[in-house]
């Protein structure tokens, strides 16, 4: 599966952004889908993840009720809707899709299949 994320930009603190992440194949419907984010000097850390029927989403701690993690399987596509944006939110945003199919629990990938270019999102205070 190839995924491209899009939607990245800059905003305000306090404001919101929505990413979407296009994957190609037909298989789409079958991943368990997650977003990723690396800032500056760090190392890559989970946000968020829906599974393959988008029954299921986890969210990382530092992001709970302020983003939401959806897909649209018609279109191939998952989405990241971001409110409520901080200043620590500044990071490459990558999509990632789980290579075990059908899956409830979303598996990180290892290597570099399975991962889109990411889009970076910077958040000014």
């Known amino acids: 599966v190839q995924l491209q994320a899009s939607g990245g930009g800059l905003v305000q603190a306090g404001g919101s952004l929505r990413l979407s992440c296009a994957a190609s194949g037909r298989t789409f419907s079958a991943y368990g889908m997650g977003w990723f984010r690396q800032a500056p000097g760090k190392e890559r850390e989970f946000v968020a993840a829906?599974?393959?029927?988008?029954?299921?989403?986890y969210y990382a701690a530092s992001v709970k009720g302020r983003f939401t993690i959806s897909r649209d399987n018609a279109k191939n596509t998952v989405y990241l809707q971001m409110n409520s944006l901080k200043p620590e939110d500044t990071a490459v945003y990558y999509c990632?899709?789980?290579?075990?199919?059908?899956?409830?629990?979303?598996?990180?990938?290892?290597?570099?299949?399975?991962w889109g270019k990411g889009t970076l999102v910077t958040v000014s205070s």
């Open positions: 990632a899709a789980d290579p075990t199919l059908y899956s409830d629990l979303f598996h990180t990938p290892v290597g570099t299949d399975y």
């Open positions: 829906i599974s393959w029927s988008g029954d299921s989403t």
